[in-house]
């Protein structure tokens, strides 16, 4: 679905992506790790075109894509749920899935009942404002409203922040069904391992905005992971 060769980065003068190639496959779940500030955040928005790449090519969904703005690749089906979540906090839970719209044609302007069956709370909390959710509320919303969007990639950047931990078990529970489902490929950006370690089929490990870990799941020893993750 994705397959991103030498990508490079800047911020003015500042290199920080130096060459990133990497893939990520349909119902499999590719992990992106590495310390604070090695560039995996960096790595989502040049994916998902919130800051663009300075070199390399991106191909998605089979087509090269040039460099182009966050709403077009959210229309060809890129859904990122950034770190911190983003929602909008003076809108209402129903308001913020409704956000999720621009992204499809008007007929199919609603609220799916597999988003409720997936995020229940959501359900109850229809007309309370964003702000005032938990912050585990608020990544199932910011989730919930990316999958509104029907994407064929789902880019999740640091989803345990925060959260308590019966929530990070049922954002486990959602990332295990979406990949089952088979009809999309998503990218995780984690710093929990063992919630990384579990979901993975797919590691990608950055330092200094390089790879220097990549392979499937089983083909990567445990300890060489746990090394390359670590201060």
């Given at each position: 679905m994705l397959d991103l060769k030498d990508?490079?980065?800047h911020y003015g003068r500042s290199r920080i992506l130096n060459g990133i190639s990497m893939?990520?496959?349909?119902?499999?779940?590719?992990?992106?790790?590495?310390?604070?500030?090695v560039g995996k955040?960096?790595?989502?928005?040049?994916?998902?075109?919130?800051?663009?790449?300075?070199?390399?090519?991106?191909?998605?969904?089979?087509?090269?894509?040039?460099v182009?703005?966050?709403?077009?690749?959210?229309?060809?089906?890129?859904?990122?749920?950034?770190?911190?979540?983003?929602?909008?906090?003076?809108?209402?839970?129903?308001?913020?899935?409704?956000?999720?719209?621009a992204c499809l044609p008007k007929e199919e302007h609603f609220i799916p009942d597999h988003i409720y069956e997936l995020f229940p709370i959501l359900?109850?909390?229809?007309?309370?404002?964003?702000?005032?959710?938990?912050g585990g509320q608020q990544q199932q919303l910011a989730i919930a409203r990316a999958l509104i969007t029907k994407p064929k990639l789902l880019v999740l950047d640091e989803p345990t922040e925060g959260i308590q931990p019966n929530i990070i078990k049922?954002?486990?529970?959602?990332?295990?069904?979406?990949?089952?489902?088979?009809?999309?490929a998503i990218i995780l950006v984690e710093q929990?391992?063992?919630?990384?370690y579990e979901l993975a089929d797919r590691f990608v490990v950055l330092r200094r905005g390089e790879v220097v870990l990549e392979g499937r799941k089983g083909?990567?020893?445990?300890?060489?992971?746990?090394?390359?993750v670590s201060v």
């Open positions: 990508i490079t980065l893939q990520a496959d349909l119902g499999e779940v590719t992990c992106v790790m590495g310390c604070n500030g955040t960096s790595l989502m928005k040049a994916v998902t075109g919130t800051h663009p790449r300075s070199g390399g090519t991106m191909t998605f969904d089979g087509q090269e894509i040039g182009v703005p966050a709403h077009q690749l959210a229309r060809a089906g890129i859904a990122y749920v950034p770190q911190g979540r983003d929602i909008f906090p003076l809108l209402t839970v129903k308001e913020n899935l409704e956000t999720g719209f359900k109850d909390f229809l007309a309370r404002r964003g702000g005032d959710l938990s049922q954002i486990g529970e959602v990332i295990k069904l979406l990949r089952t489902q088979g009809d999309m929990f391992f063992d919630f990384a083909a990567v020893e445990r300890d060489a992971l746990l090394e390359g």
